[in-house]
């Protein structure tokens, strides 16, 4: 991009210059606060998905008795009793990112008799009502794990363009323009002296 070689302009390269060096640091903050929660909830994203295998490989116990389900008329069956109804998010702010953070899962109220199934249904409800429960857990930090990626992505991009083209660009705009303006000032000195020189030779 040209240039205007001029004192305006070497004011304005300046003072862009500042801009830049004094919004530099604020990015790079920024991008190590979202590097750090990103870890964060990736670890905690680790820990519930470990905690939900864990879950359904202990259901394996109950694999013969939840065979028992088939035998059930389809008004009572299992996943009649378990019906999530809503995943209450609330919004937490990461470094100017909003994000849903995870409240609880709510579940239809369902009344059923305890004559018409066997002992361990209670159990079994509250099993997979837990695992109903992990799986919005699971699925609340995806989606923050997403959003802040989205904005790590968007604020490095902007620490390069600060730190390998914008800074360096203003710099040698002010170092083009005072060689140039120094260049000036020293011409119009020698001007000046031939000048002073031939009235002095008249």
């Known amino acids: 991009m040209a240039i205007k070689l001029t004192k305006n302009e070497l004011k304005k390269q300046k003072d862009n210059l500042k801009q830049f060096q004094r919004y530099l ?4 903050l920024k991008k190590q606060q979202l590097q750090s929660v990103i870890m ?13 295998v864990q879950m359904i490989g202990d259901l394996d116990d109950w694999v013969a008795v939840f065979a028992e389900n088939e035998i059930f008329d389809e ?17 937490d ?5 909003k994000i849903p953070s995870f409240e609880e899962l709510t579940f239809k109220d369902i009344n059923y008799n305890v004559d018409d199934y066997p002992l361990w249904v209670d159990t079994a409800v509250f099993k997979l009502r837990e695992i109903a429960r992990l799986d919005a857990i699971v699925s609340t930090l995806r989606k923050q794990v997403q959003l802040l990626e989205r904005e790590l992505r968007t604020t490095s991009q902007r620490v390069n363009l600060f730190e390998k083209v ?4 203003a710099k040698e705009n002010i170092r083009v323009i005072q060689v140039y303006l120094g260049d000036q000032q020293t011409a119009a000195v020698v ?5 002073k020189k031939k009235l002095v030779e008249v």
Do not use: C, F, Y
């Open 25 to 28: 640091p604020t990015l790079q």
């Open 40 to 52: 964060k909830i990736r670890q905690e994203l680790e820990q519930r998905e470990a905690e939900r």
């Open 75 to 91: 008004e009572l069956k299992l996943d009649k009793l378990v019906q999530p109804d809503k995943v209450i998010v609330t919004e």
């Open 93 to 97: 702010n990461i470094a100017g990112v």
């Open 166 to 169: 914008k800074i360096p660009e």
């Open 191 to 195: 001007r000046g002296k031939i000048s």
